[in-house]
């Protein structure tokens, strides 16, 4: 007997967006019905505070309201909600989470980094195929995760502090950025590429937001492999302009502007780390990915 396509819903509670996925997924067949999310800037207002605000609070609620209101429309099978490392850090996050499972009578999942980076993983393989080996580099707005595939199965996976928000706080970068404002953001990323175990050099395969805004900001063709090269030059020309004329030039909103220099300096630097000269842009993530995990947990 045929299986139908069902339509699964995922949404991640990241450090810079909540992010809703609704999909008509199988084992054939995955396309998307919605794909919307919604900046918050959890990991930035963390790494400054240590704690998630009441107003941000109101807004992710009524973000997640508005995100289960559009699964209900769509008739998709329970809405799985989960959350990263910002919520991860947040020292209010127990008392949160309550609030969320009482106001709207929903359950997030706060997940591991490790199964952040499993999640992220299965979504890129579900996007570019399993057969070769990869490096999948996940960034958001409070860490990266880095997991390699050798063709067959997943290795040890690696978590770091190198989210964009968190590299705004630690660099104090305001733009124009200044010189010393750039060498203390290199200074903090080295710092913590130096903790990296030696990792296979396969090819690197970058997943997420931040990785997008840079494909988006430098590929308005589509071209989904980019150099170390592009990255210098993405570095050198945000760091010289104000937020609004970076908005401009690369055709992005005024909080993806802001992050555009920290995700091009540490994209570089973690190619030049790993002895790289390209990566390549996945479209799918840990949104795909939960919805792969749900779609063959049940048979899809």
């Known amino acids: 007997m045929r299986r139908m396509a069902r339509i699964l819903a995922a949404a991640d509670i990241g450090s810079n967006t909540a992010h809703l996925l609704v999909a008509l997924a199988s084992k054939k067949r995955f396309r998307r019905i919605v794909n919307d999310s919604e900046w918050l800037s959890l990991g ?3 790494s400054r505070t240590g704690t998630i605000p009441a107003d941000l609070a109101d807004e992710l609620i009524t973000t997640l309201a508005e995100f289960m209101v559009t699964t209900r429309k769509l008739d998709s099978e329970p809405l799985y909600v989960f959350a990263t490392e910002a919520m991860r850090r947040a020292d209010n996050h127990e008392e949160l989470l309550k609030q969320i499972r009482l106001e709207l009578n929903l359950n997030v999942d706060l997940i591991s980094p490790e199964q952040e ?14 057969e070769e080996p990869i490096l999948m580099a996940e960034t958001g707005g409070g860490s990266v995760q880095l997991i390699a595939w050798d063709g067959k199965n997943q290795l040890p996976s690696h978590s770091l502090r190198l989210g964009t928000g968190v590299l705004l706080v630690e660099s104090a970068i305001s733009y124009p950025a200044s010189p010393p404002a750039v060498e203390k953001l290199e200074e903090y990323i080295a710092a913590q590429l130096k903790a990296l175990p030696k990792l296979p050099p396969y090819r690197m395969v970058a997943s997420g937001g931040v990785a997008r805004g840079i494909w988006r900001a430098l590929h308005p063709d589509g071209d989904r492999t980019i150099q170390v090269r592009e990255l210098e030059y993405l570095q050198w020309d945000t760091q010289r302009l ?11 909103k005024p909080h993806r502007a802001e992050t555009l220099l920290p995700a091009a300096v540490l994209y570089r630097m973690m190619l030049q780390h790993l002895g790289l000269n390209s990566m390549d842009i996945s479209m799918y993530g840990v949104r795909e990915g939960a919805v ?5 947990k049940n048979g899809g």
């Open 292 to 296: 792969v995990e749900m779609m063959e």
């Open 242 to 252: 104000n937020i609004s004329q970076i908005g401009a030039r690369y055709r992005v």
């Open 44 to 46: 930035e207002v963390v």
């Open 117 to 130: 980076a499993r999640l992220g993983l299965l979504g890129v393989l579900h996007d570019i195929g399993r």
